[in-house]
């Protein structure tokens, strides 16, 4: 009797040990995440505009699209009192590489002449970037580096779907009143969605924290490695 009392009773010691490793894991020690007080998608944009006053005669290139310089985007028959009835079709081409943004752009659709219809955004990763400000305590500065995965979001980019992003850059200037720090992210995935223009879209950004190590040795063969055990099974 007494045996089987003093197993129950180690039992539950080492359930409640596990238990409490496990809270203290997560809740001390577990991977965290940030998100940012301002952000917005950076990028470079070229305004497409119509050379001349008329119709929109032909849409070759989709909202959204990606496009090659040289490509063909639309196509304008001029109309004015000078050229009532039409005259020589005018040809709109991308100017650089990138995705074509535009808003109503379909045939028929009367512009101006300079109108703009639309936007070539560069796309590239090196032109494509997120600047977000990330409200962190300062003795946590040290747990935001580059190499941390991250979500952007937008109810206008991507269909509201997040983003995978990764940090590039943290900035060297800490923000004591906001409590806060700049960071720089390139966007891992092509958004299928972009407004027009794209460049300065407010979005949202999550960052994931590196989790913390347990600070003594002690406590964290007791109570961390066996809680690190469990998240391994779990996952």
């Given at each position: 009797?007494?045996?089987s009392s003093?197993?129950?009773l180690a039992v539950?010691?080492i359930?409640?040990v596990?238990i409490?490793?496990?809270?203290?894991k997560?809740?001390?020690f577990?991977?965290?995440?940030?998100?940012s007080?301002e952000?917005m998608l950076?990028?470079?944009?070229i305004a497409?505009?119509s050379?001349?006053a008329g119709?929109?005669a032909?849409?070759?290139?989709?909202?959204?699209q990606?496009?090659?310089l040289?490509?063909?985007l639309?196509?304008?028959?001029?109309?004015s009192?000078?050229?009532?009835y039409g005259?020589?079709?005018?040809?709109v081409?991308?100017?650089r590489d990138g995705?074509?943004?535009?808003?109503?752009?379909t045939?028929g659709?009367f512009?101006q002449a300079?109108q703009?219809?639309g936007?070539v955004?560069?796309n590239?990763?090196?032109s494509?970037?997120v600047?977000a400000?990330?409200?962190i305590?300062p003795?946590l500065?040290?747990?935001i580096?580059?190499?941390?995965?991250?979500?952007v979001?937008?109810?206008?980019l991507n269909?509201?779907?997040?983003?995978?992003?990764?940090?590039t850059?943290v900035g060297?200037?800490?923000?004591?009143?906001?409590?806060?720090?700049?960071v720089?992210?390139r966007?891992?995935?092509d958004p299928?969605?972009?407004?027009?223009p794209?460049?300065?879209?407010?979005v949202?950004v999550s960052i994931?924290?590196?989790p913390?190590?347990?600070?003594?040795s002690?406590?964290?063969?007791i109570?961390c490695?066996?809680?690190s055990i469990?998240h391994?099974?779990?996952?």
């Amino acid at each position: 009797m007494k045996r089987s009392s003093s197993f129950t009773l180690a039992v539950v010691v080492i359930l409640f040990v596990l238990i409490q490793g496990w809270v203290m894991k997560e809740k001390f020690f577990g991977a965290k995440h940030v998100e940012s007080t301002e952000a917005m998608l950076m990028g470079e944009d070229i305004a497409v505009g119509s050379p001349v006053a008329g119709f929109i005669a032909d849409v070759s290139a989709a909202h959204g699209q990606r496009v090659r310089l040289g490509q063909k985007l639309f196509t304008v028959v001029p109309q004015s009192p000078l050229e009532p009835y039409g005259g020589e079709p005018h040809t709109v081409f991308a100017l650089r590489d990138g995705i074509f943004a535009h808003e109503s752009l379909t045939v028929g659709t009367f512009v101006q002449a300079s109108q703009i219809v639309g936007h070539v955004l560069n796309n590239n990763p090196d032109s494509l970037h997120v600047l977000a400000t990330i409200p962190i305590k300062p003795q946590l500065l040290s747990s935001i580096t580059p190499l941390l995965t991250a979500t952007v979001r937008s109810d206008l980019l991507n269909d509201g779907m997040p983003l995978r992003a990764i940090v590039t850059t943290v900035g060297s200037q800490y923000d004591w009143k906001k409590r806060a720090i700049t960071v720089r992210l390139r966007l891992l995935d092509d958004p299928s969605q972009l407004p027009s223009p794209a460049s300065g879209l407010p979005v949202t950004v999550s960052i994931a924290l590196r989790p913390r190590a347990c600070p003594l040795s002690f406590f964290a063969n007791i109570l961390c490695a066996p809680a690190s055990i469990l998240h391994a099974q779990k996952q």
